[in-house]
Every structure is written in structure tokens, then in C-alpha cells.
């Protein structure tokens, strides 16, 4: 893998160059680990004009779950005491003789980068602003590989789950039994805190579990995923408890439903981001839901669980194939609960295939 991880700094270096920086500070852990394969806590990355180098406060340590830094890259680890690393790492780069230096306003404190400032002032510091966000849009197939795994480990865990007896049990209980399965499963860890909804809490995007017992007749959202070497995906599903669903429960389920496979069938390369957002919209909102429906359809995941693109209503763009986002469009109705249908895919051409679907736990509306 380390001539991947080079071949991502030539890139962004000559973007830097572009732009007229010989040098890069990077900062933003998951923007580290992309372009050296680890995120050792506090660690930086420097593209010097000369060679490139990871500097971290202390020695990295043996967590998987902070990757495995490239090997034939020079490791600079700070004497105790020896300050910021990014501080560091602007006078590393005025030793190398860099009069520009770029780097990631966007994650630094006004505080830092008055520091950094400080301790070079021959260097003109510029903003790499998402350079490498931009660059990790695109995936290539091993992190694809990934994010399979990543997501067949959510899907077990899931599966387990609903072969369980629900009803008693607390929202709060549910999710961390959901988040053990994810790790005996093979995942680093969750990819973000699960959420268990029950009853009117059901529907609610991003819901923190309660000490809500689950009750028949309700309806259970769960949305979850895994970590799986840094790479995350997202899956999520409404089910109803222990008898038949109501009707206002099947329509309302069918029109989710209808939504969400109106936002998969739109992952074309070439489609605007805001174009699969108006797919799944219009049809909520035409059935009258459009204060109901959350302000988007769907988000790019990776080293990060919401990464670009956005799939919104404003967003500006287009996707490209390899591009791995969910699609998830869900109704909250206040006091009676809701649906939420949240599915990964990646986006391909249709000569392989179209969208690829990474999370396949059933989405018929089950009765637990």
C-alpha cells in the first residue's frame, strides 16, 4: 500500500504547487490517515519540498483502529514537551527552505494558526481549504473493499438483532447490544453512536437512545454502522413490533419506501447532487410531507461517516463513478413516530452493473 499512499501526496502536492505552496501541513485526522494509511493521535503531516513527514507527540501505538502508517515514511516523534507538531511542522518547512506553506484553516483554531504563524514568519502561510476532501470523493477499489466489509458486519449485526426478543427492552439497551455485535463481528468499532428509535421517537434522523421500552405496535428505527480499518458505512430500517402494522403505518412505510428507491435509481455518474435529492424529496413532499422530510437525502461516507458530497437541495456538483453515499430519506411525524430507510451504495456505471448496493438487510416492513 505505500505506493498508493505516495502516489495520494504527489497529488496533493502538485495541487498545493498549483496553487502556489512547494509545501502542505495537514492536520485533519482522517485527511492524515488517507494520505500515510494511520492517524496516530495529535500526529500531522508535513509535504515538504523536499520529502514528506509524520510528526506526532508521541510514539504511535499498537491500536488498529488508528491504522498503520506507511512504512517508508519518515517518523518524527517530538521529544516530550517539544510542543504542537503543526508548529513543528511549519519550522520543519522553513528549515527546507519553503517560503509558502498550505494549510488546513478549516481545522485549525485561530489560536494554532496564529502559533504557527508565529514561529516562521518568513513563511506565508495559505489555505489548502478541501483539498483532501476533494481528493477522497473519488474511492478507489481497496477502500470500496472496505466499506463491503463495513457494511456486511452491519448487516450481521442487524440480522442478529431481529431474531431477538424486542419487546420490554430499552432504546438504550438495544444500541449497545447492536455496537457489541458490530466489534465481535470484526468492526474497529461503531461508526457512529447507534441509534434505536421507538414509537414517536421512531423517524428522528440522527435519534440518541432513550430508556424507552419497546412496545407492541410500535414502530423501531434502527440506523448503525461499522468501522471497518477506518472506512465506515451506514445502514438503517423501520420495522414494526410484534403485530400486524397498522394502516397508516403501511402507507406511510410505502411512500419512504417509494422515495428511497427513486434516490438509489438516480446514482448516475453525471447526475447533479441535488438532482437525487429532488428524486426522494418531491415524492414526500407531494404526499404532503414536506415539513416532515430531513434537510437531506443522503452524504458521501469513508474515513468519515458524512463526508461530500452532499445530497441536498442546494448542493452544487456532480457525482462521479466509485463515489460511495447513502441514501436516506425518512418522515418524522410528531407524537405517532415515523420511517426511516437508510441504505450505502456506490455509485458505478451502468455498463457494471449501476448503483451498487453495500447494505442489503431486507427492507420489506417487517413484523418483530
Not at 527552505?97 to 494554532?112: F, K, N, P, S
Not at 496564529?114 to 481497496?142: F, Y
Request: proline content about 7%; charged content about 25%.
Amino acid at each position: 500500500m505505500s505506493e498508493v499512499y505516495a502516489e495520494r501526496r504527489v497529488r496533493l502536492r502538485d495541487r498545493s504547487a498549483a496553487a502556489g505552496s512547494p509545501a502542505a501541513l495537514v492536520s485533519r485526522p482522517a485527511n492524515v490517515r488517507y494520505l500515510t494509511g494511520g492517524s496516530p493521535p495529535g500526529a500531522v503531516l508535513l509535504l515538504g519540498p523536499a520529502e514528506d513527514v509524520l510528526l506526532c507527540p508521541t510514539a504511535p501505538g499498537a491500536d488498529p483502529a488508528d491504522g498503520r502508517v506507511d512504512e517508508l515514511l519518515r517518523l518524527v516523534v517530538l521529544p516530550a514537551g517539544g510542543g504542537d507538531p503543526a508548529v513543528a511542522g511549519v519550522d520543519f518547512a522553513r528549515k527546507a527552505g519553503a517560503d509558502a506553506l498550505a494549510v488546513e484553516e478549516h481545522h485549525l483554531t485561530v489560536a494554532r494558526h496564529r502559533a504557527m504563524a508565529s514561529v516562521a514568519p518568513g513563511i506565508r502561510l495559505a489555505d489548502l481549504t478541501s483539498g483532501v476532501e476533494q481528493l477522497r470523493i473519488v474511492k478507489d477499489e481497496d477502500e470500496i473493499a472496505c466499506l463491503r466489509i463495513a457494511a456486511e458486519i452491519a448487516d450481521q449485526a442487524l440480522g442478529e438483532l431481529l431474531e431477538s426478543i424486542l419487546v420490554g427492552r430499552t432504546e438504550r439497551h438495544l444500541a449497545l447490544e447492536l455496537e457489541r455485535r458490530l466489534v465481535d463481528h470484526g468492526a474497529d468499532g461503531p461508526a457512529f453512536a447507534t441509534s434505536v428509535a421507538t414509537g414517536p421517537h421512531s423517524g428522528r434522523p440522527g435519534h440518541r437512545p432513550t430508556d424507552r421500552r419497546v412496545e407492541e405496535g410500535d414502530f423501531l428505527s434502527v440506523c448503525l454502522g461499522a468501522n471497518y480499518r477506518g472506512y465506515r458505512c451506514e445502514i438503517g430500517r423501520t420495522f414494526v413490533i410484534g403485530t400486524t402494522p397498522a394502516d397508516w403505518q403501511i402507507e406511510l412505510y410505502d411512500l419512504v419506501f417509494a422515495a428511497q428507491r427513486a434516490g438509489r435509481e438516480a446514482l448516475v455518474p453525471g447526475a447533479e447532487y441535488r438532482d437525487i435529492d429532488r428524486a426522494a424529496r418531491q415524492i414526500l413532499t407531494a404526499a404532503g410531507h414536506a415539513d416532515a422530510v430531513a434537510p437531506l437525502t443522503g452524504h458521501g461516507v469513508g474515513l468519515e461517516i458524512d463526508e461530500d458530497p452532499q445530497l441536498a437541495p442546494a448542493a452544487m456538483g456532480k457525482l462521479d463513478a466509485c463515489v460511495p453515499v447513502t441514501v436516506e430519506p425518512g418522515v418524522h411525524l410528531p407524537g405517532r413516530g415515523g420511517v426511516r430507510i437508510d441504505d450505502t451504495l456506490v455509485v458505478r456505471q451502468e455498463a457494471d452493473g449501476g448503483p451498487e448496493l453495500l447494505t442489503i438487510t431486507t427492507k420489506e416492513l417487517l413484523a418483530l
